[in-house]
């Protein structure tokens, strides 16, 4: 059934993202307007179509729905078109494979009202949600879900139980200041990184999940495809466990080879000699490219908009700066270069003949790494200078 236009100002616009989904989008669309009415609230309906060469527009528009086409293919893509082309302050997204009762979009409406930024639906009994029987797969129960959002609050703070609910709310004012780029399945869960870590109010409402009520094909969503594609996600939002935490492992690693090597200590049978060194230099060294790596993409990202400004980001900059990375590269040179020219004396003192490795390589090896980390910090000190300049 159409609903009548409201007269007043729209205040919600519930946008479904659609591909072939003539089996359930009319259910969706006949109970989200069943929820509009009922409850006086003055809405409309988008149905974001990705491409569709079944009947699914036929059927939105039999049933008032606006119909926005987005060519780009995607998830993301389809929502942003319809979030784009939606006229009210609150945007509620769901899916249109009828596993969510739209019903239930007044509670979130309720709480956006009282003023959150984005209201979550949890589908899990974590959050006070219900699962119907098969209306979630074993592992996306008990595993992916589970574990992917005790990373999104261990890693980002996100009050979220359920960071792949389809369903939810949020302020349309909310979602131009989060600048969403992600075009697929990943759209989901950088709103809610996003919103996160720019200090957005959250909240979130339990639902019910319902089995999927397509028949004419499987659902879009890959377990292990998109599984990965969200720990990637991840990833690439937090450098600090991407980079940093590795960073911390290797130069622990490395400073504890150097600790027994040097001296050449005998733990019971074993001994640490010249060996141990190359290998706790290799430590230190891929450590320090770790770091070098959590800056550079820290700094790209906050700059490009991708991530909020960072305020442990800004007190590193105002400690470091180029000039100050060039005098630190200048010792490390320096102390290498003299290390490895002590090394040159030995061999001199030997007529440029045999050596005594165990005991010259004790000034190659921490030379040439001395070295190697200066070249790095060289350049790397140029490098995110020119990553973090502003654009006009």
């Known amino acids: 059934m159409e609903f009548e236009t409201q007269t007043a100002a729209i205040e919600t616009s519930v946008v479904i993202p659609c591909l072939n989904e003539e089996d359930t989008l009319g ?15 003055a809405g409309e309906i988008i149905v974001a179509d990705n491409g569709s060469t079944d009947s699914s527009r036929t059927i939105a528009e039999n049933q008032g729905a606006r119909i926005v086409m987005v060519k780009e293919p995607g998830y993301g893509s389809a929502l942003m078109g319809g979030i784009a082309a939606a006229k009210g302050r609150f945007v509620i997204i769901g899916d249109a494979d ?40 074993f592992l996306h129960r008990w595993i992916g879900n589970p574990l992917f959002s005790f990373l ?41 990184i996003k919103a996160s870590l720019h200090g957005e109010k959250i909240v979130e409402v339990p639902i019910t999940l319902y089995p999927d009520g397509r028949r004419s094909h499987t659902p879009h969503l890959k377990t292990f495809r998109d599984g990965w594609r969200t720990f ?11 980079f940093l935490v590795p960073s911390g492992v ?20 074993s001994t640490f000699d010249a060996h141990t060194l190359l290998f706790a230099s290799l430590a230190i060294l891929c450590g320090y490219q770790c770091i070098l790596f959590a ?19 800004e007190r590193f900059f105002e400690v470091v700066n180029l000039e100050k990375g060039l005098v630190v590269a ?30 010259t390589m004790r000034f190659v090896v921490p030379g040439a790494t001395l070295v190697a980390l200066g070249f790095q910090t060289v350049f790397s000190s140029f490098f995110v200078s020119i990553l973090g300049m502003r654009r006009k």
């Open 330 to 359: 200048a010792l490390a040179l320096l102390a290498g270069g003299g290390l490895l020219l002590a090394a040159i004396r030995q061999w001199w003192l030997t007529g440029f003949g045999h050596l005594d490795y165990a005991y």
């Open 250 to 269: 290797f130069i622990a690693f490395g400073l504890l080879g150097y600790l027994v090597a040097m001296p050449g200590l005998s733990i019971g049978r």
């Open 98 to 137: 009828a596993s969510y009762d739209f019903l239930e979009i007044p509670k979130i409406v309720k709480k956006l009202r009282e003023g959150f930024d984005l209201v979550q639906g949890c589908r899990l009994p974590a959050g006070g949600g219900s699962i119907q029987p098969g209306a979630m797969p």
């Open 27 to 41: 259910s969706c669309i006949e109970k989200a307007w069943q929820a509009l009415r009922e409850h006086n609230i």
């Open 295 to 313: 800056i550079f993409a820290k700094t790209f990202a906050v700059t490009e908009g991708f991530l909020p400004p960072d305020r442990h980001l």
């Open 232 to 242: 990637r996600y991840f990833l690439m939002c937090s450098p600090r466990w991407l």
């Open 152 to 192: 999104v609050r261990r890693w980002f703070n996100a009050p979220i139980n359920d960071v792949y609910c389809g369903l939810r709310g949020f302020s349309k004012a909310m979602y131009q200041r989060l600048d969403q780029r992600c075009t697929g399945m990943e759209f989901a869960t950088e709103m809610i």
